[in-house]
């Protein structure tokens, strides 16, 4: 049984981030049921959703495109070193510490996504624009995704959002790459330290496959505003029960 909810919380997670995001919120309470340590099941459940991002990424293969004047090799590998930066944050983090400020992420990831597009205009407003507040929030929301997966998705498009894209199939191209690139990092940066439940990540890791491909192609069918309330209902449900556990 406790394979088999492993199995299925990477399916639906892959085809999650594949989509718009926050698979995490499937994938760590399931690992975490599964009797996997905060730390380490947040580590393994990165690895098992990174092949998941690199399908994601082939299945918006044609609608990738750069940001502005910034092109993909440049964003790319602002990716890569926040991702870095956020990994090794999370292996000197004590699981104690780390499970009392899961909840509290997982609100604020999905927060930002329901109120991303009211954010973005106040921001815009107040002067937050131009390629170097582009690259600077991208380092800054990559440093959490290597630190902490959950809601990762959620916060790109919401970053990206900021900047002034509107097209969901664009932004999710992107978001997909840039997960993918900071996730490998990370993924490194946690097997170096020992962090990661092999067995377990590579159970989940063709599920997520599967998933994240399927979600590719099915995301361009779902109504937006059904896709966006999906989101915010998961988030909110999983933040709800980190918050009583």
């Given at each position: 049984?406790?394979?088999l909810?492993l199995?299925?919380?990477?399916?639906?997670?892959?085809a999650m981030?594949?989509?718009?995001?926050?698979?995490?919120?499937?994938?760590?309470?399931?690992?975490?049921?599964?009797?996997?340590p905060?730390?380490?099941?947040?580590?393994?459940?990165?690895?098992?959703?990174?092949?998941?991002?690199?399908?994601?990424?082939?299945?918006?293969?044609q609608?990738?495109?750069?940001?502005?004047?910034?092109?993909?090799?440049?964003?790319?590998?602002?990716?890569l070193?926040?991702?870095?930066?956020?990994a090794g944050?999370?292996?000197?983090?004590?699981?104690s510490?780390?499970?009392?400020?899961?909840?509290?992420?997982l609100?604020?990831a999905?927060?930002?996504?329901?109120?991303?597009?009211?954010?973005a205009?106040?921001?815009r407003?107040?002067g937050?624009?131009?390629n170097?507040a582009?690259?600077?929030?991208?380092?800054?929301?990559s440093?959490?995704?290597?630190?902490?997966?959950?809601?990762?998705g959620?916060?790109?498009?919401?970053?990206?959002?900021?900047?002034?894209?509107?097209?969901l199939?664009?932004m999710?191209?992107?978001?997909?790459?840039?997960?993918?690139?900071?996730?490998?990092?990370?993924?490194?940066?946690?097997?170096a330290g020992?962090?990661?439940?092999?067995?377990?990540?590579?159970?989940?890791t063709?599920?997520?496959?599967a998933?994240?491909?399927?979600?590719?192609?099915l995301?361009?069918?779902?109504?937006?505003?059904?896709?966006?309330?999906?989101?915010?209902?998961?988030?909110?449900?999983?933040?709800?029960v980190?918050?009583?556990?």
């Amino acid at each position: 049984m406790t394979e088999l909810i492993l199995l299925a919380a990477a399916f639906l997670a892959g085809a999650m981030n594949a989509v718009a995001g926050g698979g995490s919120f499937l994938t760590l309470p399931a690992l975490i049921y599964a009797g996997v340590p905060p730390v380490a099941a947040n580590a393994t459940g990165t690895v098992a959703l990174l092949p998941g991002y690199a399908s994601g990424v082939y299945g918006y293969r044609q609608d990738l495109t750069p940001v502005g004047a910034l092109g993909l090799p440049l964003l790319s590998a602002v990716s890569l070193v926040g991702g870095l930066a956020g990994a090794g944050l999370l292996l000197v983090t004590p699981d104690s510490v780390f499970r009392g400020i899961v909840p509290w992420l997982l609100l604020a990831a999905t927060g930002l996504f329901a109120f991303g597009t009211m954010l973005a205009q106040r921001l815009r407003s107040l002067g937050l624009h131009g390629n170097g507040a582009m690259l600077g929030t991208l380092f800054a929301v990559s440093v959490y995704g290597g630190y902490f997966n959950g809601g990762l998705g959620i916060l790109l498009l919401a970053q990206l959002s900021l900047f002034g894209m509107t097209d969901l199939n664009a932004m999710n191209g992107l978001k997909n790459l840039f997960s993918a690139v900071l996730t490998a990092i990370a993924v490194v940066a946690y097997a170096a330290g020992g962090a990661v439940d092999w067995p377990k990540a590579l159970l989940m890791t063709l599920a997520a496959v599967a998933g994240g491909y399927v979600g590719a192609r099915l995301g361009r069918k779902i109504p937006k505003h059904v896709l966006r309330a999906g989101i915010i209902a998961v988030g909110l449900v999983m933040s709800a029960v980190f918050f009583l556990k």
